[in-house]
């Protein structure tokens, strides 16, 4: 099986720029979870969906939102970019990790530069 | 809320030493625990896991071991390799949410 694919690989935006990244899940999978990797705050959950629904949220500011589609894949939006959003965004595929004992596979990422 | 602990690192060792990099948890219910390795300009790959107490993860080498009573979930490999280079991240599984909730990772550095 293929794993999880993540686009871009790499971004450089401007403050104040939005910004789309593209998560595509190992096929089948249904949940698709997002991370964000910064040195100062570590790994840190965004959102997940499972079957086109937020499912749970972190604590991030509304300027982050997401999607899923009815493929499972999942784009996450970043509006108004602040200096602070520049990081290492973490997508993550699963059956359904509701269930616990469920493991999540992670993309190899998109790295965000805001300037 | 749930929370996971490492050791900090940087943690250098020679080719063929043991390693242990400790990870303590807190969290309500039974989370699944998590190893979790990045390479350099890479996302993160799933090292091993457990799922209920006294479950032994092991997979390349490497292992480790739910203790519930200790709450602990300690990484250990009996010789590294230069190759091993690479920082771990410890993680749980929220009960509640299923979010994984990682600690702030150990990097690993090994010299020939």
């Known amino acids: 099986k293929a794993g999880v694919t993540q686009t871009p690989r790499y971004l450089i935006k401007t403050r104040g720029q939005q910004v789309t990244l593209s998560c595509s899940p190992i096929?089948?999978?249904?949940?698709v979870s997002w991370y964000q990797q910064t040195p100062g705050q570590g790994l840190q959950f965004l959102f997940e969906?499972?079957?086109?629904?937020?499912?749970n949220k972190g604590n991030f500011p509304g300027r982050f939102s997401g999607r899923q589609f009815s493929n499972s894949r999942s784009e996450m939006n970043v509006s108004t970019l602040e200096l602070g959003d520049s990081a290492l965004y973490l997508c993550?595929?699963?059956?359904?990790?509701?269930?616990?004992?469920?493991?999540?596979?992670f993309g190899p990422g998109t790295r965000l530069t805001v300037l | 809320g749930d929370s996971v602990t490492q050791m900090e690192g940087p943690v250098t060792l020679s080719e063929e030493a043991f390693l242990t990099i400790n990870c303590t948890y807190t969290?309500?219910?039974?989370?699944?625990l998590f190893w979790y390795v990045q390479y350099p300009g890479e996302g993160l790959q799933l090292l091993l896991k457990?799922?209920?107490?006294?479950d032994k993860g092991s997979n390349k080498g490497f292992e480790a071991t739910y203790r519930k009573e200790t709450t602990s979930f300690h990484l250990e490999k009996g010789s590294v390799q230069v190759s091993d280079s690479a920082v771990y991240f410890c993680a749980l599984t929220s009960t509640n949410t299923g979010k994984l909730i990682f600690g702030q990772g150990t990097t690993l550095q090994v010299k020939p």
């Open positions: 993550a595929s699963s059956n359904d990790p509701g269930v616990g004992t469920d493991t999540q596979y």
């Open positions: 096929s089948g999978h249904r949940s």
């Open positions: 969290a309500t219910g039974y989370p699944s």
């Open positions: 969906y499972f079957s086109e629904t937020q499912r």
């Open positions: 457990a799922t209920k107490a006294d």
